[in-house]
């Protein structure tokens, strides 16, 4: 099977051709090692890191940017979305505090993207 | 008055960069201004990741990679205002500045480097047919509303343009619940990077109208409806007509550098970056003055912001110590289906060992050639399997290879 893909691991976003057969995928138009990597999970089970916003109270704003410390399960998006959404801190917090740890049991934590 | 070696005007990436470079580079009298209640500049309300790669070798969120650059910025003691509104500057480098604790202050600089960034075009850009109904912002407003304050502007939404801050847009705001019943963009191509359409478009199923504009706008005070034609140019195509009940319209229709204090200071603008003229140090047509970052030209990536910022900071620095040289330069010139170049001046003397020009190409190309002349000879290939005005372009120059370069280079897309 062949297929083009835009690698979107960085915004160079390479322009990838995948020929993959049941034992092994070639890739090419990378510029470099992940967009191989990101080619084979992308067809096979794909992931994406969450970034978003959690309620934080006595501090200048009222929200705080969080990240996911990894890439969950596309399917499992909106999921994630309710339980960062459940969440609400005081001020002060540190830029890499755990603030969730395990989301849903993907491996996955919830940390703050920065100090508040 | 006050007296300082190098003023930077704006505390975002840039300013942070150019600052914090000077004073690497031995320069201890730098003030950095900010008109917000903190540094860090529009990178807070960018909360994606996708920021660092160069710099860091990392994926960094916008707030993480204002951070690092912050704490950097504290640690050295540089000195920078909060809540400052630079009013003035003037050709002899003084700078005007207003705040709450000082009122209207004057200082004298040495050098100045101009890091205001960009502005967003707005509806008024643009006059769409119609009534002027609230629920229509930049997209940009609209993300800081959500990441900031913490307000979704609506429920089921439209963008117009495809600029990156569009598509980023369109993923936060399903991602927080409501509804984005697509994007529509004027040209045949995406105005962003392709990572995104895949990533914020393509996953969430929402639907890119390329040759696509709003047509017309209906609502008395909110917005309720809009009406989405396909162009042929920019003319709507009568009978192409879709219409969408829509609560919030947000446009991402370009980026602006915002020149307004530069261009009172006399400073000539490019008329294709809308950004200073600048030449290889980042040095303006007025003596001293530096610009760098989305000021100068509207960029893609932090990362080359940061990197462009650096270059100026050690340009401004070597100012401060007399070590720019004056002399001779060559021009730089887009030729066919290049937009701009940057910088548009060469001095060969102040270059380390290489130069590099950064430039847009003014349509998508695919499987094309890039040429670059050197008064008129041809000094280098490059082959290009895919180009676009969204990417940012680059040409590394080794000093060797223009060292006899009298006029101009010249750069043209080969079809």
Request: charged fraction near 25%.
């Amino acid at each position: 099977m062949k297929k083009s893909m835009i690698c979107i691991v960085c915004p160079i976003g390479c322009h990838l051709e995948v020929e993959s057969s049941s034992d092994e995928f070639v890739v090419t138009g990378n510029q470099c090692k992940r967009g191989p990597v990101y080619a084979q999970k992308e067809l096979t089970s794909p992931t994406r890191p969450i970034t978003s916003t959690v309620k934080i109270e006595n501090a200048i704003y009222n929200r705080l940017p969080i990240k996911t410390s990894g890439e969950v399960p596309k399917a499992k998006i909106m999921d994630v979305m309710k339980e960062i959404n459940k969440l609400s801190f005081k001020a002060p917090i540190k830029c890499g505090d755990v603030l969730l740890k395990n989301v849903l049991n993907t491996g996955v934590d919830i940390i703050a993207s920065r100090s508040l | 008055m006050n007296n300082y070696d190098i003023v930077v005007v704006g505390g975002g990436s840039a300013g942070l960069a150019a600052a914090i470079e000077a004073n690497k580079n031995g320069i201890e009298k730098v003030l950095l201004i900010e008109r917000d209640i903190e540094l860090g500049g529009i990178l807070l309300q960018c909360i994606h990741n996708g920021f660092g790669l160069k710099v860091f070798k990392e994926e960094l969120t916008g707030p993480e990679y204002a951070e690092r650059f912050v704490n950097e910025l504290k640690d050295m003691g540089i000195e920078f205002k909060l809540n400052t509104l630079v009013t003035k500057i003037n050709p002899d480098k003084t700078v005007e500045y207003a705040n709450a604790e000082e009122g209207f202050i004057q200082i004298q600089a040495k050098a100045i480097i101009l890091t205001m960034g960009c502005y967003e075009r707005s509806a008024g850009a643009i006059n769409i047919p119609g009534n002027r109904p609230s629920g229509i912002l930049t997209a940009g407003t609209a993300q800081k509303y959500l990441n900031i304050d913490g307000y979704l502007v609506g429920k089921r939404v439209f963008i117009l343009g495809s600029g990156d801050i569009g598509l980023i847009m369109a993923r936060r705001m399903t991602l927080e619940g409501a509804k984005v019943l697509g994007v529509a963009e004027l040209q045949p191509y995406s105005g962003g990077l392709t990572r995104n359409i895949v990533q914020c478009l393509e996953d969430y199923d929402i639907p890119l109208y390329l040759s696509h504009t709003v047509s017309k706008i209906v609502g008395d005070s909110k917005l309720e409806k809009i009406v989405v034609s396909k162009v042929d140019g920019f003319t709507p195509i009568p009978g192409t007509e879709m219409e969408f009940e829509v609560d919030a319209l947000l446009l991402s229709i370009g980026l602006i550098p915002e020149n307004g204090l530069s261009e009172a200071a006399g400073i000539l603008i490019d008329n294709r970056t809308k950004g200073a003229i600048v030449n290889e140090s980042y040095e303006t047509s007025v003596e001293g003055i530096f610009a760098c970052g989305n000021v100068l030209h509207v960029h893609d990536l932090v990362d080359f912001v940061t990197a462009e910022s650096r270059r100026a900071g050690v340009a401004a620095a070597k100012y401060i110590k007399n070590e720019l040289i004056k002399g001779k330069s060559f021009e730089t010139k887009p030729l066919k289906g290049i937009n701009y170049i940057v910088p548009n001046k060469v001095n060969i003397d102040n270059l380390d060992d290489k130069l590099e020009l950064f430039m847009r190409v003014d349509a998508v190309y695919k499987d094309v050639v890039i040429n670059v002349y050197g008064d008129g000879t041809l000094i280098k290939t490059m082959k290009k399997k895919h180009l676009a005005p969204a990417e940012m372009e680059s040409v590394k120059l080794k000093v060797s290879e223009i060292s006899n370069i009298k006029d101009c280079i010249e750069i043209e897309v080969l079809v």
